[in-house]
């Protein structure tokens, strides 16, 4: 499972005719949610929802790739893979455990998080909730472990960025848009900091970003809040709070002028990113900025996508990418350069849709299509008792309230066609705009040639799971 924002995180298709709003948009939602903190300071949430027999627990960690530095870059994503080797009575057996009992578990890093979850028949959940607190009490950190997941986690990274133009692509924007800001890099980390972090390194990290003080249970499905906050005491209570994480600084200097960087790589063909350095989750821009990146990027019939795939032919695909930070974020385009054509082209072709905007605000009828788009998103996200755990956490850790969520419809309702040309004059100016030139180079005699990038050219996204 991947993460973007909240919209996308449940994977789901967005089909929405424009004209008329989605109904059960409008309507106030509200999710019922009973929420406790214990004595260590683990925050519980827990949402009863009867319409199927299934439990589904997240555990957020608050800690990301933001939360690192220099020389161990990476090791919040090296960490979830070494969680699911279990804890000190669960060594190599908690996935076994986990599916023996009809669940199934995963995991996902972002920048801000990280999010162990389980989805299982509630006869499980004492069981499910002794395997949790095991490993949040004692991982089993060894240097057989650590240096079983570093390899897994470097061959990773080869697949996922050093070998891949899209992910190199998505690498290199961050690196070349942000100063100062730890969203420089991303949770997959740089390669020589995975090789470096050693098991000191890791025992510390996890005494500090694994603490209860530093996590949110989340409860969801064919559980009362009574017997959920019950057991999860049952089982953490006991773990020790620990000194809280250090806070993040993450102030960029101002930018002052536009940045364009060259990429040489071995690749097919060239492909832009352009970044806008933009707000964080809880800026009040932001939803005006969410409906902005979908008039014009969202679907083929987008404006990118009719002006720059379908009638100029420049580019294979654009995407439009603005994720949700607990820090402001990247507004960015990415797009692979079709055979013939230039990135310079490309670049300039996105750049006079962004100036469209910034001159002319959206009509009613496109302005109504995305708030539609959005909204559908919003709701189908919330369709099963996995996705409103998942959403239910994701608030309450990046917005420091799950009831934010209950708010999210309203909010880009209340967009107006002058708030769209607005944010796009205040965010997407050249003094604050970055352009990333992959340049194709051949492959020296010998070496295989490069991956082909595919029909889709959109960003890899910020989130990499085991």
Known sequence: MRVRRFLAAMGLATVVACGAAVPA?????????????????LTVLVHEDRDLPVVSLYIFFRTGSRNERPGITGISHLFEHMMFNGGE???????????????????????DFTVYLESFPPPALERVLWLEADRMRALAITEKNLEQERGIVKEERRLRTDDDPEGTMYEQI???????????????????????ITLDDAKSYFRTY???????VVLAGAVTAREGFALVDKYFGGIPAQAPPRAVVNVEPPQNG???VEYHKVAELPSVAIAYKAVSARHPDRPALDVLQTILGHGQSSRLHRAIVREKELASGVDVSFNWGIDPELFWFSGQVRPGKSAKALARAIE???VKLREHPPDERELRKAKNLLQADYVRGLSSVSGKANQLGFYEVVFGDHREMFKETERVEAVTAADVQRVARTYL??????????????PTAGTPPPRPAGASTGPSEPGVTR
């Open 25 to 41: 948009a409008r309507g106030a939602i509200d999710v019922p949610v009973e929420k406790t903190t214990l004595a260590n300071g």
């Open 210 to 216: 694994y603490a209860p003080n530093n996590a949110t």
């Open 89 to 111: 009575h669960t060594v190599g057996k908690f996935d076994e455990i986990i599916e023996g009992n009809g669940g199934s578990t995963n995991g996902y890093t972002t920048r």
């Open 174 to 196: 961050y690196l070349a848009a942000y100063e100062a800001s730890t969203y420089r890099w991303g949770p997959i980390g740089f390669m020589a900091d995975i090789g470096a």
């Open 258 to 260: 536009p940045k364009t």
């Open 429 to 442: 100016v050249p003094s604050e705009r970055t352009t990333i030139e992959l340049v194709p180079e051949r």
């Open 352 to 354: 006079a849709e962004v």
